[in-house]
């Protein structure tokens, strides 16, 4: 079975940047639209990030100016780029593929990788 394995995540301060990535195969990162969803304890999964695969980029109101999604298809990987991070972004980031365009933004079904957790100190 394909995966999805996130990596990068950490404790920092506010105003810090990390760098968060998610190594899947080849067949995904190229056929698929990628996003990054987050979460923290007791909420629902929210969407942060997306890339089509025409390299077209999406992001949430929360995070705009701020994050940058980006993919490397010969490192079969995607990444999210996140600086002035806040105590607002503290949660567990994830990642995942959709075929359609439509449901980047749907938090509803997978598939998902196991998460990477995110944790800024004010």
């Known amino acids: 079975q394909e995966s999805l394995v996130e990596s990068g995540g950490g404790l920092v301060q506010s105003g810090d940047s990390l760098r968060l990535s998610c190594k899947t195969s080849?067949?995904?990162?190229?056929?698929?639209?990628m996003c990054w969803f987050r979460q923290t304890l007791g909420k629902e999964r929210e969407f942060v990030a997306a890339?089509?695969?025409?390299?077209?980029?999406f992001y949430a109101d929360s995070v705009k100016g701020r994050f940058t999604v980006s993919r490397d298809n010969a490192q079969k990987t995607m990444y999210l780029d996140m600086n002035k991070l806040n105590p607002d972004d503290t949660a567990a980031y994830f990642c995942?593929?959709?075929?359609?365009?439509?449901?980047?933004?749907?938090?509803?079904?997978?598939?998902w990788g196991p998460g990477t957790q995110v944790t800024v100190s004010s």
């Open positions: 995942t593929a959709r075929i359609n365009l439509r449901d980047i933004r749907d938090p509803d079904f997978g598939p």
């Open positions: 080849e067949r995904i990162i190229t056929s698929f639209n």
């Open positions: 890339i089509a695969q025409s390299g077209t980029t």
